[in-house]
């Protein structure tokens, strides 16, 4: 009689509610919130922006870029290919979001080839959740100092008007809550797959025996 390695045992739990809204949030906020507002901005159309900054700012020079004037990239001046790589990561990030509460994010769907029902490594996710939820955080922690220095100094160099301030900060905020918040659910999940798997690992559970 031959055993043969079983196929995994348990299956990972559903999101909690919690879990589930947080997760929402956190694609709706980069997806429908942070790309909107700035393909504008990519275009070159000084939304919620003062119009010659924004300009010398989008082409690469001006206040916000230094003493050296930045060129275009892929054709692209210098203000649109940063917002552009921008909302790219924000598209990523919104998927990334989704992916932690859908069981795509937890088993690879069909039309991943080689990988089609395959359990998703845990790190996978996981290791940009903590990544970008570290950078927000750490970003949104500056802002209390960055609107004291704007405040101290009324009509300085500012490019982005108050409103386009007021529109973008509670989405970032919003982000920077609901994405960690969602990665520690899914990091539950996914460990207490794990441990159980071990554990049938260890008492011989799922294996099968042919003659």
Excluded: N
């Amino acid at each position: 009689m031959t055993r043969h390695p079983p196929a995994p045992t348990t299956t990972t739990q559903p999101p909690p509610t919690w879990a589930r809204r947080a997760g929402h949030v956190a694609w709706i906020a980069p997806v429908l919130g942070f790309i909107p507002l700035h393909v504008p901005w990519i275009l070159g159309i000084p939304m919620f922006a003062d119009p010659d900054r924004f300009r010398e700012w989008y082409h690469g020079r001006g206040p916000g870029v230094g003493e050296h004037p930045v060129e275009g990239f892929l054709g692209l001046p210098a203000g649109a290919f940063y917002l552009g790589l921008l909302c790219v990561l924000a598209g990523l990030g919104g998927v990334l979001a989704l992916g932690l509460i859908k069981d795509w994010g937890v088993v690879f769907p069909r039309w991943v080839p080689w990988l089609r029902g395959r359990r998703v490594p845990p790190w996978v996710p996981l290791t940009p959740t903590v990544l970008g939820s570290a950078l927000m955080i750490g970003y949104s922690a500056t802002l209390p100092w960055q609107f004291a220095a704007d405040l101290s100094e009324p009509g300085g160099e500012e490019i982005f008007t108050p409103t386009g301030v007021l529109i973008g900060l509670p989405l970032l905020l919003a982000w920077t809550f609901a994405l960690p918040v969602a990665g520690w659910s899914y990091y539950r999940r996914t460990r207490s797959v794990r441990a159980a798997g071990q554990i049938d690992h260890r008492l011989g559970i799922g294996y099968r025996a042919r003659p």
